[in-house]
Nanobody, 123 residues
Framework: VQLQASGGGLVQPGGSLRLSCTVS????????IGWFRQAPGKEREWVLG????????DYANSSKGRFTGSRDNAGNTVYLQLNNLKPEDTATYYC?????????????????WGQGTLVTVSS
């Protein structure tokens, strides 16, 4: 199983980015995706979760109204759309997967992780 995250970069406050995560090795099973982020010196923080069908997402309070998760099941790619970015959103963003249909908040429940992609919000 492999997850490959991409799409990070430097963006000004108020700007947008779309992160992608390509999943391989899980195409034959149901799995959910969690997006997490970790800022320097801080613990890994849940951003949002995407159900196995891709039809709904569960959002952390800091993400509601600004971040959107989606999923392209045909291509096994998941997305994290980041809008109205703030300097406090600066972090390395990770995608993670776990088999099943339950979206978990705690990172310990996820078995497979991508390498992370850095998002820097700065003027």
């Amino acid at each position: 199983v492999q997850l490959q995250a991409s799409g990070g970069g430097l963006v000004q406050p108020g700007g947008s980015l779309r992160l992608s995560c390509t999943v391989s090795g899980l195409s034959s099973v149901h799995y959910v995706i969690g997006w997490f982020r970790q800022a320097p010196g801080k613990e890994r923080e849940w951003v949002l979760g995407i159900s196995s069908s891709g039809g709904s997402s569960d959002y952390a309070n800091s993400s509601k109204g600004r971040f959107t998760g989606s999923r392209d099941n045909a291509g096994n790619t998941v997305y994290l759309q980041l809008n109205n970015l703030k300097p406090e959103d600066t972090a390395t963003y990770y995608c993670a997967a776990t088999k099943g249909t339950t979206v978990f908040v705690h990172p310990n429940w996820y078995d497979y992780w991508g390498q992370g992609t850095l998002v820097t919000v700065s003027s």
